[in-house]
């Protein structure tokens, strides 16, 4: 009797795993694969994960990614920006923490918000952003910029080339930048 039950649940066992592999896919690469964006200056350490959708030969932005709606800026899970010292980013204070990042795509700019709140996930069910307004620590506008290359990636970086730090985001032939600063504090 044991000997029926062992032989049936191996049955079962081999068939889930057969699901998993060829229905569900499971061993395949994501097609957002999970990114993480680092800066180190000094005594300041920021971060940024999220996931990075591919272009794949669609219209992005005003198409896949739609202007004046809030976007969850990158695929799958929240985006999220976390920095271990306070910030000045166009002029307002961003407390070190860690934050969730939105985003509104517009035609020649876009809105960037720094959320208190953690999301598991970018979206609902019904693919609406799950960003809860009342939780916003700051939003800024930034001008889009096009670029001449094609980017095919969902790229977040941070940029301290020139000594003024940006965080960037990039896709498709569209660039923002976001400057930051670490905040001076009054000793």
């Known amino acids: ?8 649940l191996s049955i079962i066992a081999l068939g889930l795993l057969l699901y998993s592999v060829f229905v569900e ?21 920021l971060q940024v994960e999220y996931n990075r959708p591919s272009k794949r030969e669609r219209d992005i932005f005003g198409a896949l990614v739609p202007f004046n709606k809030v ?14 010292e306070d910030l000045m980013i166009d002029g307002m204070l961003l407390k070190k923490g860690k934050y969730t990042l939105w985003t509104v795509p517009m035609e020649n700019s876009w809105k960037v918000m720094f959320n208190t709140k953690q999301y598991q996930w970018g979206v609902n069910e019904k693919m609406e952003p ?13 001008p889009k910029q096009s670029i001449d290359e094609t980017v095919e ?6 940029d301290n080339k020139t000594g003024n730090l940006k965080l960037t985001m990039a896709w498709d032939q569209t660039l923002i930048e ?8 009054k000793h």
């Open 1 to 8: 009797m044991l000997k029926r039950i062992l032989i049936v």
């Open 25 to 45: 896919n499971i061993f395949s690469p994501r097609l957002s694969p999970k990114d993480t964006a680092k800066i180190t200056l000094n005594d300041l350490k």
């Open 71 to 84: 976007w969850r800026t990158g695929a799958n899970e929240a985006t999220t920006f976390e920095t271990n």
């Open 130 to 142: 799950m960003w809860d307004p009342n939780y916003d620590a700051i939003e800024i506008e930034v």
């Open 153 to 158: 990636k969902f790229t977040i970086a941070f």
């Open 178 to 185: 976001i400057p930051m600063q670490i905040y001076p504090h």
